[in-house]
């Protein structure tokens, strides 16, 4: 299917590009790796490496001839890959080195960040899925842009306690073994419940095996074209809100279209999906906490928050599904505490941003928490998101960091898209006991619905 754009959208493309932080997010080529398992982790390794170093070969150059020819700007060039814990069936216990493989490939094509070294566990493990997840801390602390996820509930299967548990030590160990950097591994590590198989963004992306050999997606972004948006429309009731928002999601998707098609014909692979999420950055006027405030909120954080997100997911789904016959992955809005200027400046709580997970993208997303905090508590914070999602039949998700040294107050640098996180306070009473049951919390009534 051919697309256009008519003089006045390439006006407002153009302006919204210049002047409001509009951007292309993400490229991301989604690759099987399902004919690399050989049971043998040398082999694997190696057929992992070859098979993305031939299939991503132009992934970049494709996008950064985009980028010159339409004057858009392409932030990310990714991979996400087959859940290694498919694969690796007989490898072994020890899986870091298909881990290294992916990095050694992912910096011979160019890519920023390759997502898949993960596995899905809502209703238990296989030999390959403890290998993988046993393997998750040394493989984040020993590679650079390898991205780690675990999937521990679904609105189908429940919530696997037992797995939940594990991430909580999962995660402890990957930030004491990058203690020198903050806890850098767990930037790169998340904890899904109703993981989608077509997510273009890290650290959560994997190829799913209902997806093809090979398929491109997009990612795109432009918390600062809403807020300009928003601006014009200052004092209107929220009809109008609602009704600027799905105009500018519309306008927003429409480029993200345009890159998708270019991109899957050039790479000569099918187009897969556009990702509509609102995806912050660091920079000052490319925030969703201040989209959230141009509504009308003193602070982010401050009552009606959640409300006012509410209305942002749902507007940004309306107006980018009339947009792009494909719209997939996790679009909406993406509260990444970190990553946006607006969420580390407000007057944020853990708990009450658990509160806004219920009605946004994902879950809790870059949160620093002291580095004393203990597994169990870590697990069940895990455990809460997962309820989230299962009962609401919609994604959720933890990535949250232990910053060893560091207590509330103090603050940690990641760098680049990663920002700088607040240390944030966490309740100290105890869930040893819960988190120790172990065992399946039950899917809910309404996921019976043949």
């Given amino acids: 299917m051919s697309y ?207 997806e093809p050999e090979c398929e491109v997606h997009v990612g795109v972004s432009g918390p600062g074209v809403v807020q300009h948006a928003l601006q014009s429309v200052h004092g209107q009731p929220f009809d109008v809100v609602a009704e600027t928002v799905k105009k500018t999601a519309f306008r927003i998707t429409r480029m993200g279209q345009l890159v998708a098609q270019e991109a899957s014909a050039r790479l000569g692979v099918p187009f897969g999906i556009v990702d509509l999420s609102l995806a912050p950055t660091p920079a000052v006027g490319d925030s969703v906490a201040a989209v959230l405030e141009e509504m009308g909120l003193e602070s982010v954080g401050a009552p009606g928050t959640t409300a006012a997100l509410a209305l942002l997911n749902d507007a940004v789904k309306k107006g980018g599904v009339m947009a792009s016959p494909h719209v997939g992955g996790l679009s909406g809005a993406f509260i990444p505490v970190s990553e946006d200027a607006g969420m580390i400046a407000g007057r944020l709580t853990i708990e009450k941003l658990e509160a806004m997970t219920c009605v946004c993208s994902v879950g809790l997303d870059m949160i620093a928490v002291p580095g004393d905090t203990t597994a169990e508590t870590i697990s069940a914070i895990i455990a809460d998101e997962a309820a989230i999602g299962m009962v609401n039949n919609k994604t959720t998700a933890v990535r949250i960091i232990p910053a060893p040294g560091k207590t509330v107050g103090d603050t940690v640098a990641f760098g680049g898209l990663l920002g700088s996180a607040p240390v944030m306070p966490v309740n100290r009473c105890s869930a040893a006991e819960f988190i120790a049951r172990g065992g399946r919390i039950p899917a809910p009534l309404h996921s019976l619905k043949n």
């Fill in 4 to 210: 256009f754009l008519n003089t006045d959208e390439i006006v407002q493309t153009i302006r919204m590009i210049e002047q409001e932080h509009l951007d292309v997010r993400t490229i991301t080529l989604g690759l099987s790796l399902l004919d690399c398992a050989t049971g043998d982790i040398k082999r694997t390794a190696d057929k992992v490496y070859e098979k993305i170093c031939r299939e991503a070969h132009d992934l970049v150059p494709v996008g950064e001839a985009i980028e010159r020819e339409f004057g858009i700007p392409i932030v990310n060039k990714r991979v996400s890959v087959t859940p290694v814990a498919l694969i690796a069936g007989g490898c072994g216990d020890d899986l870091v080195p298909i881990a290294e493989a992916m990095d050694r490939a992912a910096r011979e094509v160019g890519v920023n960040y390759i997502g898949g070294f993960s596995a899905l566990v809502q209703k238990g493990f296989t030999t390959g899925d403890r290998s993988l997840i046993a393997s998750i801390p040394e493989a984040l602390a020993r590679t650079e842009r390898v991205c780690a996820s675990v999937n521990v509930g679904s609105t189908r299967a429940g919530i696997n306690m037992d797995a939940v548990a594990e991430m909580g030590r999962t995660v402890k160990r990957a930030a004491a073994l990058t203690a020198a950097q903050g806890g850098m591994a767990c930037a790169k590590l998340v904890v899904f419940a109703n993981a989608v198989e077509d997510n273009p963004f890290m650290a959560g992306a994997f190829h799913g095996v209902g």
